[in-house]
């Protein structure tokens, strides 16, 4: 049973297109994440949201919107994109404090925009 | 921005000791160390955390420098399955608005 899953694994696209991905998570956790994997493997922050709020908007454009219905969802909704998007996104999620709280990541999301 | 910095690459003979170290001079005391890898075309996950003490589980130990600003992870007998990029990170901040700042990785190759 996978702990933290996203939708599509795979999603390749136009320049100008409007794409969403989905994160889930079945661990109870009340933070989660979403990082950017670019070309040269760096992975940087995009948001991060506890218990349905965000929590951190680490400067990114307003093409990129997540939404977090309830606290085991987290999905990226990316208007207008761009050749730049292009990367792979991953979804975390983490408790929000005590003792154990390393981050668990998904398999990933490899955006494509040509 | 928190930042640590690692080794590119680094080369180990199977079933030897590795040790990754990882420079992150601008910790503040708060700062945790985390040490995540990443598999080919897997997400990253946990490997060992720890704050100011060394730190022993099934996978890996961690050492931490006295004055915090370096630290070392140690794979006590690599495996080929251990080949990956492993991430040396600083969790920051409070419960609720933690933030995992990723370092730019030392992919491991473990020679048979």
């Known amino acids: 049973d996978t702990a933290v899953s996203q939708t599509p694994k795979y999603l390749v696209t136009q320049m100008g297109n409007d794409k969403s991905i989905k994160c889930e998570q079945n661990l109870g956790h009340d933070t989660m994440y979403w990082y950017k994997q670019d070309s040269k493997k760096f992975l940087k922050i995009m948001f991060s949201?506890?218990?349905?709020?965000?929590?951190i908007n680490e400067t990114v454009p307003n093409r990129f919107s997540p939404k977090s219905p309830d606290k085991a969802h987290l999905n990226l909704h990316i208007n207008s994109l761009e050749l730049g998007d292009s990367a792979v996104y991953f979804c975390?999620?983490?408790?929000?404090?005590?003792?154990?709280?390393?981050?668990?990541f998904g398999q990933g999301t490899r955006l494509t925009v040509v | 921005d928190a930042k640590t910095t690692q080794p590119n690459s680094m080369e180990s003979n199977e079933e030897e000791p590795v040790h990754l170290p990882c420079n992150h001079s601008?910790?503040?005391?708060?700062?945790?160390i985390h040490w995540y890898r990443q598999l080919p075309s897997q997400g990253p996950e946990y490997v060992i955390h720890g704050l100011t003490s060394n730190v022993n589980n099934r996978m890996a130990s961690l050492a931490i420098a006295e004055d915090r600003k370096s630290s070392t992870l140690i794979l006590h007998r690599a495996t080929l399955r251990d080949a990956a990029v492993y991430y040396c990170i600083l969790r920051r901040g409070t419960s609720g608005t933690y933030k995992y700042i990723f370092g730019t990785g030392t992919r491991l190759k473990v020679l048979a």
């Open positions: 601008t910790i503040s005391g708060t700062d945790y």
């Open positions: 975390a999620s983490s408790q929000a404090g005590g003792l154990n709280t390393e981050a668990f």
């Open positions: 949201y506890n218990n349905k709020e965000l929590i």
